[in-house]
Structure formats: structure tokens, C-alpha cells
């Protein structure tokens, strides 16, 4: 599998962070290649037209350009932005996927994204769980009708990555970041997206200082990559509750902790999140 990720040259430590980290993790055939973003300065010096911030169109212009370099053949690719993070089961689940699902009619396949939805939330972790029940390690949900945001990795089908590179193209001036738009695509049809469950992939720290955002931490945000982190395949729930514990005392002191008795380790902590995000919103 080739592997592209979108670095700003600035930005020399999230290069590093994400080459270590998947060094640590690849399997022969696996390889990481650097696409070095388009900044702001490019924005601005050519007039991209459209509502988007200067680093949102910097951001979509990245990931449409990435995909026009690689448009000769018909291998499928993973695209991702310099936060995300592979596990020790990354590579394995991923290929096992693409083998059951070569006759499936898709696009794009995330192996990680943002729910902001709190029905649809409670949905995924009871998925989780049952999943978990039944011993099944990993199954494509499709996002027509989601409500999802970001792109820090998917995967672009190679019989498909002409059709997607035609619709990135055609949108000539940029009025929505480029996970929102691609969600449009899913939801007219436009576009086959689907998403692995649960996420093969994850977020690194470097998510929640992201070079789009400006205005400093968001809480919020805070609170979706955490849920991120923990419905994620490989994670750590003892390292999650920690990181929990810290990020409630910082953002909702006044608010006790919502605590199911009888539930398990797992529930408990999803409802701490779910408590937390609750109080910060108000």
C-alpha cells in the first residue's frame, strides 16, 4: 500500500512524529511518502476564489493536487494529513479489509473520522460492543446520511480516484473545507463514501493544536478527537480515563461526573466523556 501524507514544510515536527510512528508499525509493501502542503501564501498569491479561510483552501487544494499527481494507473492509495496515527494492527486490518470488500461499490474509505452527532455517538460505542460480542474485528459503515467531518486518512479506491479527483476539480471556488465537501459528495450521491468501524486509524496530540484552527483550544473539539481516540480499535481505556480526568478538571470543574453503577470499565468511561462534553456545552 503507498502511503501519502500532507506536511507543511514548516512543520518539521509532525513530519517526524508520523514517519517514527509508522515506521514503528508498516508491513513490507507499506510504504510513506511526504506531499509538502499548500500554504496559506500560495492561497493568497494566486487568489484562490471561495468563502473558505486561506489555510481550508490551502488544506482542500493539498488533497486535490496529491490526488492529480497520482492518476496514471489504478492502485489504491491512503491519504493522510500529518497528525494521524497508525497502530501495531493498522496495516493487517486494512489489507484484510480491501480483500473482503474488493467487489463492494465504493470511493472513498476513511479509517477515521469525526462525530459530532451525540445520538449517533451513543450508536457507535453500542456497535462497538457488539461487535466485540460477536468477535468481529472490523466492518465498513457507510456515511451517506452522516453527519462526519474530517480528513486525517482514507482511502481512495483505484478505480475510482479519476471520478474523485474530476469532483475535487470541478469545485472551482472553494466555499467549504475539504471534509465538509467531500460529506456532500456522500450525501447527493455524488460519491460512494464509506468509513472502517471501528477506526483502524487515529489521531495523534498534534489533532488538537491543528494548523486550520486559530482561535486556541477548543474544548469541544477536544472532547470529539478523545471520543476518536477511544473507539478506536487499538485503544488504551486506562490512558484515555487519564486524559479525561485532566481535560475535565481544566474545562468543567462544577459538574460531577456521570457514573452508571453495575456498568463496566468501558461504558463508565464513555459516559465520563459523554458527561464532560454535556457539562462543556451547557
Known amino acids: 500500500m503507498d502511503c501519502f501524507y500532507i506536511n507543511l514544510d ?20 507499506w510504504t510513506l511518502t511526504c506531499f509538502p502542503a499548500i ?10 476564489a471561495g468563502a473558505a479561510k486561506p489555510a481550508e483552501k490551502g488544506c482542500f487544494l493539498s488533497h486535490q493536487i496529491l490526488m492529480g499527481q497520482h492518476l496514471g494507473d ?24 480491501l480483500e473482503r470488500i474488493k467487489y463492494l461499490d465504493w470511493d472513498i474509505l476513511f479509517t477515521d473520522i469525526c462525530i ?34 474530517g480528513s486525517t486518512a482514507y482511502i481512495v479506491n483505484g478505480n475510482s480516484k479519476r471520478k474523485v479527483h474530476k469532483a475535487l476539480s470541478a469545485y ?15 450525501h447527493s450521491g455524488a460519491l460512494n463514501v464509506h468509513s472502517v468501524f471501528p477506526f483502524v486509524t487515529t489521531v ?23 471520543f476518536r481516540k477511544m473507539i478506536w480499535i487499538e485503544r488504551n481505556l486506562n490512558r ?11 474545562w468543567c470543574r462544577e459538574e460531577p461526573p456521570v457514573k452508571i453503577v453495575g456498568a463496566d470499565e468501558e461504558m463508565n468511561t464513555f459516559m465520563f466523556l459523554f458527561s464532560s462534553m454535556a457539562a462543556i456545552r451547557g
Open 10 to 29: 514548516s512543520a518539521e515536527d509532525r513530519r517526524l512524529h508520523i514517519e517514527k510512528n509508522f515506521a514503528a508499525y508498516k508491513k513490507p509493501g
Open 39 to 48: 500554504d496559506k501564501a500560495y492561497v493568497e498569491r494566486n487568489n484562490i
Open 74 to 97: 489504478d492502485k489504491t492509495y491512503l491519504i493522510m494529513e500529518d497528525d494521524a496515527a497508525f497502530g501495531a494492527r493498522t496495516c493487517t486490518l486494512i489489507d484484510m479489509l
Open 116 to 149: 459530532a452527532n451525540m445520538l449517533t455517538m451513543f450508536e457507535l460505542v453500542k456497535r462497538r460492543r457488539d461487535l466485540g460480542e460477536k468477535k468481529i474485528d472490523i466492518e465498513v459503515m457507510n456515511l451517506c446520511g452522516v453527519e462526519f467531518a
Open 172 to 186: 472551482t471556488n472553494v466555499d467549504l473545507p475539504y471534509d465538509l465537501f467531500l460529506r456532500q459528495l456522500s
Open 204 to 226: 495523534s496530540d498534534y489533532c488538537d493544536d491543528s494548523q486550520i484552527k486559530t482561535a486556541g483550544p477548543n474544548p469541544v473539539e477536544l472532547a470529539l478527537n478523545m
Open 240 to 250: 484515555c480515563r487519564s486524559a479525561l480526568e485532566l481535560f475535565r478538571n481544566t
